[in-house]
Every structure is written in C-alpha cells, then in structure tokens.
C-alpha cells in the first residue's frame, strides 16, 4: 500500500527546480524529517538524507547550498559555520499542479500545441493537419495581434516557475541596481557588477525585504571592500577571495550586517564585552602582523587590539 504524500510533497513535485538532486533532496526532507507544517525540519545527519533521497553525500551537500542560494529553504541554526536546523519555505514552492495549470490556460486561449502553438481558428482555416499549417494571416493582422497582447500574458500565475503566485518586486530595487552600477567599479577597480537577469533581482529582493535600503547599501559596501584577515577560513579571507557578488552579498549576508553593526558600535563606543582570553589572542594576531595594518592606523595599541578582537568577535 503506497503512502499518501502530505501537501508540503505535492507542492514540491509542482515545483521546477535547477537540478534534479535538488528536488530529491528537499522531498526527503519533506518526507522523513519535516515535522512540521511551516515546513521547520528536525536535526538530521547528511549521511542519513543522502540515504533517504538516494544520492551521493557531496552530490546531497551541493543540493543543500543551491537549496539555500535559491531560497527554497532557510537555515534557523548554525553551529561552527555549519547549517544544523532548516526550514522549507513555503512561499517558493508551487501551488498548483502545472500540468493542470497548463491544460486550464490552454483550454481558455485555444492554444493548440500539436499545430505548432496556432489557435483553433487559424488551424480550421488551414484545413487539417495532414495538410499544409502554414499561417495564412496578412501582414497586418499580424502586426495588430501583436500590439494587443493576448489573455495570457497577464496571467496572474508563472507557468515557467510552476504556477507560483507572482509577487509586486520591492520598490527599492531597481535603485539599489543603479547605484551598484554605479559604486562597484569604484572599489572595484573599474571592473562592471553583472546586474542583469531577473534571478539578480530576485536576489536584491529578497535582501530589501530582509534588511531595506540604507542598511543594504552599508552591506554592499563592506562586501566590496573588506580585506582579508590572518585567519583564511573566515568569512572576511572567503569574501576577499571572491568575486564579491550579489550572490557573495547574499550568502554572507548575515556576516556582513554583523560587520555593519560592529562598525556602528565602533563609533558609538565600546558596546561589546570582549574577554581576556579575546583580547590576549588579539594582541598576538597584531604581533604577528607586526603592528597595526588597519586604514587609517590606530594611534593607540590598544584600540587595534581592541578592534582585532571585535572583528573576530562578530564573525
């Protein structure tokens, strides 16, 4: 006797994914450790999910990161940088069968797909299939058809991501782009931003929905001109080695608002306790720099070392 698949696995299947792996992936999520039904999944072992969705483990590893590049789901805790807790959100996952969705546009436009994408009227027009299909329209009814768009092309839902309800895109968004066209190059050595493509916009979405404009555009800047640190396994080395990105905006996008703020409380102030233990490995990161390499250089050893230590204490 076959289990019945629950709404959160219906609605996957529904939904167009890049890969294959990851819609593999997320439904054994779905199904073995998704416990509840905002989609919050319990603790898992990757080995245990790769078993479960029958891939290799690396293939289920990059699954996981293009899972969270794409926004289908959304890390609640982590644990030595690692995602330990997920949630899958809800919000990207179709709605709607699109086969059925297909079927329903077709029926309402007379879109006859075994014609070559011609309407029922031209189709009778031409006479059967066997025969010639060949569009017999005059030149300007065509040009009439196409300055008045038809029916379909407001559609309130996208066939291409499945029939998911399209969402009003941020108002902040294209101004955000115009000055990233603009700022970039500048600390950039005059090298351009790809800004083009709607998964781009999606992206600058999603982070003014989360942070809004003023605080986004200190993230941007800081991701375009952190430097790297002496440890090269943080996060400012892992920026500093990239091509400082939208998509590197994004994924360190928690890292980056950390740094913000932690500028921020520079400014107003020591905020932050800092412990002995902290300030000691401070102070030996600064010997092994020999002195202070922050711009412009501290006039006090101590405030260097006290910003060593901040730094590594917020990422």
């Known amino acids: 006797m076959s289990r019945q698949r629950s709404i959160i696995e219906q609605r996957i299947l529904w939904t167009h994914f890049r890969r294959q792996t990851d819609k593999d992936v997320l439904l054994a999520m779905a199904r073995w450790f998704c416990w509840r039904a905002d989609g919050t999944c319990r603790p898992f072992v990757v080995e245990h999910l790769a078993e ?37 959100n809800l919000a990207r996952l179709a709605t709607e069968d699109p086969e059925r969705l297909t079927a329903r546009v077709a029926d309402k436009n007379s879109f006859d797909r075994q014609s070559g994408g011609q309407d029922l009227e031209w189709r009778t027009r031409n006479g059967p299939d066997s025969e010639k299909v060949a569009d017999q329209r005059s030149e300007e009814e065509v040009r009439e058809e196409v300055r008045t768009p038809t029916s379909s092309c407001t559609e309130e839902r996208d066939r291409q991501s499945g029939g998911q309800i399209r969402r009003p895109e941020h108002p902040d968004v294209a101004a955000f782009l115009a000055w990233a066209r603009v700022t970039y190059p500048q600390h950039a050595n005059g090298a351009q931003l790809e800004l083009d493509g709607d998964r781009r916009r999606y992206v600058v979405h999603r982070l003014l929905e989360q942070y809004g404009r003023p605080r986004l555009d200190e993230m941007a800047l800081a991701c375009w001109t952190i430097e790297a640190d002496a440890d090269p396994a943080s996060h400012a080395s892992w920026i500093a080695r990239s091509d400082r990105s939208l998509y590197v905006l994004k994924h360190k996008a928690a890292f980056l608002e950390r740094v913000v703020v932690g500028a921020q409380q520079l400014n107003l102030g020591p ?39 901040l730094a590594r204490h917020i990422g």
């Open 52 to 88: 479960k969705a029958r891939t290799p483990k690396r293939s289920t590893e990059r699954a996981l990161e293009r899972l969270e590049a794409d926004w289908y789901l959304e890390v609640t805790a982590r644990r030595h940088r690692q995602p330990t807790l997920f949630r899958i």
């Open 271 to 309: 905020m932050v306790t800092l412990s002995e233990r902290e300030l000691a490995d401070a102070r030996e990161i600064r010997l092994g720099q020999g002195g202070c390499r922050h711009d412009p250089p501290h006039d006090n050893w101590k405030e260097c070392v006290r910003a060593i230590a």
